[in-house]
Structures are given as C-alpha cells and as structure tokens.
C-alpha cells in the first residue's frame, strides 16, 4: 500500500499500524456473518448500491492487479468497498439459522444477502496481499476448498452500468448536502427532491430562492 512499484519510497514502521487496523476492520466484517450477526435493515434499495460498489472494486482490482501492478490503488479500492459495507449497517440483529449459507436462500433479506455477497468478495480480493488472514476467514466463512483454489470473481456487467450519481447541493455557495439521484432526473423531478429534502429546510424554509443554478450530472447551488 506504500505506493506503485516504480516509485521510491521511504519504508515507515508506523505505517503498518494503518494496515493492522484495516485487516481488523475486515476480520470484525466477517465475524458479523460467522457469528450471525447481521443488520436489520428497511431500505433494500441499498442492496443495490452495495452491489454497484462491489462489482466495480472487482473490476477496479482485476485492472489493477492484470494491467498495471498498481497493488496499492487495488488495496485502496478494497478499502473503499469495506468502509461501503459498514455504510450500509444500522442496529445488528440475530440471524437464527445455524447456517448462514441457509439464511441467504430463504430467511435473509436481500440486502443480507448483498452484505455477505460483498465480505466474500473482500476476502476473495485481499487474498493475494493478506493470504493468511484470506484463508482463515474464507474457511471461518463455511467456504470449502481453500480461497485460492475459488475462481477469481468477475465483475457483472449489469451493475458497472451508473445508473445514479451523487448530486452536490449548495446554498449559497457552501455545501449542505448529497442526495443520490437517477443520472437521467428531469429538471424539474430534480428541483422538487432537492426543496423537499428534509436536510435542507433549515436553510431554506421561509426564504426565498433566486436562482438554481445546475451543473448537469454534478452539483447544484440554490441563491437565497
């Protein structure tokens, strides 16, 4: 993770703390599924999200790995993925099936299932820079044979296809929000999300607006 191979880099004993928490952030993922801890969640639209997320830091660590040995940008996209999955948790509840791969087909939400499907593909992904821990948690997991006999995930092209995007919303010039929005929202469906959006009352309840100003596909700045 301390850079890409062609460049020179100063070794830093300190930085391996960095890299400790992280492997423990993933063990403390994976136990959350061996123990049958999973969230209670409402919202199965973010089973979709999640898996947005987890096929393009498939793709993302493929290139990387193939194309162009930057392992350090393929740790860091692995990185992004789990700070994903603990995004999407709220309050934890049991799972009583003694096994969780049951759980997946009939008892689990679909958001449980795009949790598990996404810790697994961690574990499948850190394998070749972490394999001791990989192959622990894999077996741990219910996984048989081992991660390195498991073929290496592919990224399905349904889920590479953005069909949202994370819209900025300032007022005044500073920013208040981020709401997720479809990439082809109309002007209008756009306006009437973004004064309806409970975040933003606080500035904009009573005043007047001036102006919209919209940059197609990236931000938008309310003039009050």
């Known amino acids: 993770f301390i850079g890409p191979p062609e460049k020179d880099a100063e070794w830093n004993t300190k930085a391996i703390e960095g890299a400790w928490r992280f492997l423990n952030k993933v063990w403390k993922l994976a136990n959350m599924v061996i123990k049958k801890e999973m969230p209670e969640i409402k919202d199965e639209s973010l089973a979709r999200r999640l898996r947005v997320k987890t096929n393009q830091v498939i793709k993302k660590v493929t290139d990387d790995i193939r194309d162009s040995f930057h392992f350090n940008t393929a740790i860091s996209a692995i ?8 995004s999407v948790q709220s309050p934890k509840s049991k799972v009583q099936s003694p096994n969780f791969k049951e759980d997946i087909g009939h008892q689990t939400s679909d958001i449980r299932q795009a949790i ?92 007047k607006i001036k102006r919209f ?5 990236k931000l938008v700045n309310l003039v009050v």
């Open 79 to 86: 990185m992004e993925l789990v700070n994903e999955i603990y």
């Open 116 to 207: 598990g499907e996404a810790i697994e593909t961690v574990v499948l992904l850190l394998s070749p820079f972490a394999p001791h821990i990989s192959e622990e948690l894999w077996q741990l997991l219910g996984n048989k044979p081992s991660v390195f006999d498991r073929e290496w995930p592919e990224a399905k092209e349904e889920f590479l296809r953005q069909e949202t995007f994370t819209l900025i919303v300032q007022i005044n010039g500073k920013v208040r929000s981020k709401i997720e929005v479809p990439i082809d929202i109309k002007e209008d469906e756009l306006k009437e999300i973004i004064l309806t959006d409970e975040h933003l009352q606080k500035w904009i309840k009573g005043k």
């Open 213 to 217: 100003i919209i940059v197609p596909q």
